[in-house]
């Protein structure tokens, strides 16, 4: 017995002459098509909706759009992976007509229409919700513990964190800067610091100034003492 080969690549295959053969009727790309379609894309704010009358054609916001929803339910998001999938992916090159737009296109396309995009998604959600594509069914669950997500965790710990703050500073109430409120004290307390810390400079540098102008009175009394004390010059 032996192993299952493919075919010879130099043998001539008759491939379905049109693209539309490709895609089966219930294939999903097809709602992408229809739901992009309907959309009014320069009501929504999308850049280039409206041709202008000179320079090159740009490419359609509608078919980037379908190449953006199409690589987002299919976790491509990556503008360069979706540039390969326009070549090689039989679905997108039916979606898109067989155009390939290139990663800098579709970043751009991705980046000059934030809000827009925010809008369809919101509409693509509303309208599968109405068409109940989504079936909102538990997928899996733990058998043996309870999933608990980091928002309730918190919840949970917060109460035990206080009363042990609370006990801490009950047996020990030289600890109580470390109670429930600990960041806010420690930034207080940096903030003092740093005031004290400026303050000491502040008064470093004003003893120096008093030390120097003593300094240098103490220098002209002396001066003037000698000046005193000296004899004066006989005249001959």
Known sequence: MNHRTGLDRSQTLLFPERLEDYIAAENPVRF?????????????GFAKAVC???GRPPYDPAALLKLYLYGYLHRV???RLLEAECRRNVEVLWLLGKLAPDFKTIADFRKDNLQPLKAVARQCTVLCRKLELFGGELLAIDGHE???DDATLDRAQKPQQADRHRDMHQQHPALGLWGVGEEAQNRQHNSERRRNQRRGVTAAGRNEAETAEQNQNDTEEN?????LLRPPLSRS
């Open 223 to 227: 001066c003037e003492s000698c000046h």
């Open 77 to 79: 998001r990556s503008s």
């Open 146 to 148: 309870q999933i608990i």
């Open 52 to 54: 202008a009358n000179t």
């Open 32 to 44: 992408l098509d229809a739901f992009v379609t309907s959309l009014d894309l320069h009501a929504l």
